[in-house]
């Protein structure tokens, strides 16, 4: 069974803190994703990485910072968290090519007070 | 950037009630087209999705949508919704040109009455 865990199911953290998300995918996918989901906003995109050491940025990537060291693992850093972070953080993962569907994580709700 | 239209923001219907949910996309090329469903709690899994062929694309729990090219639209549907289908409802479009990103819409809060 496909799999994308996420290393929080809640995290709460301090203004100014450096925050870790990390994101653990099992099925050999080639592209991660990291997207932020907040209510009347839907899912947008902070990073993606099409392979290891690889990124783009997406739609909304200031503030954040990614980190692919290995195939499966994908890590999204929060340099100096902000309350307007705060907010329902989800991993994606997807095969290569043309016609794949992406697989969520649980998400992490992080909040920064 | 293609852009994702959801215009439903929140739809309340009774048990029985028949479900239509619109989306309609941006980018005039090929395209994939996906719904994804988020229960509460739980992870955004995947409805159904089109990538050719038929049109009219059948998924899970009874739920179908229709790509009609000509209108850049990808409706939702069911039939009959139960209390179960209480959840929220995102559109997803991945263009075959720029191959990796999928975006997403804003999503439909469908509450089922009981």
């Known amino acids: 069974d496909v799999k994308v865990t996420q290393s929080s199911r809640y995290l709460v953290k301090r203004t100014g803190e450096k925050v870790f998300l990390e994101c653990v995918q099992d099925?050999?996918?080639?592209?991660m994703f990291w997207y932020r989901q907040d209510p009347g906003l839907g899912l947008r995109l902070i990073y993606f990485?099409?392979?290891?050491?690889?990124?783009e940025k997406g739609d909304i990537p200031e503030g954040y910072s990614v980190s692919r060291e290995k195939k499966e693992r994908f890590s999204l850093i929060l340099e100096s968290a902000s309350t307007n972070q705060t907010s329902m953080y989800l991993c994606?993962?997807?095969?290569?090519?043309?016609?794949?569907?992406?697989?969520f994580g649980p998400g992490t709700r992080l909040t920064v007070t | 950037a293609q852009s994702v239209s959801q215009h439903n923001h929140h739809v309340i219907l009774s048990e029985a009630a028949s479900l239509e949910l619109g989306c309609n996309y941006s980018?005039?090329?090929?395209?994939?087209l996906f719904w994804y469903v988020q229960y509460p709690g739980q992870h955004l899994q995947l409805l159904l999705k089109?990538?050719?062929?038929?049109?009219l694309v059948k998924g899970i729990k009874g739920f179908e949508a229709e790509f009609i090219k000509s209108k850049f639209s990808f409706n939702l549907r069911k039939p009959s919704v139960q209390w179960s289908d209480t959840a929220e409802y995102f559109c997803?479009?991945?263009?075959?040109?720029?191959?990796?990103?999928?975006?997403f819409g804003t999503g439909t809060s469908l509450t089922v009455i009981p």
């Open positions: 997803a479009v991945n263009s075959r040109n720029t191959g990796n990103q999928f975006y």
């Open positions: 990485s099409y392979d290891v050491k690889m990124k």
């Open positions: 994606a993962s997807t095969a290569s090519g043309r016609n794949y569907e992406q697989y």
């Open positions: 089109y990538f050719s062929g038929d049109p």
């Open positions: 980018y005039g090329g090929t395209v994939n």
């Open positions: 099925m050999d996918h080639e592209n």
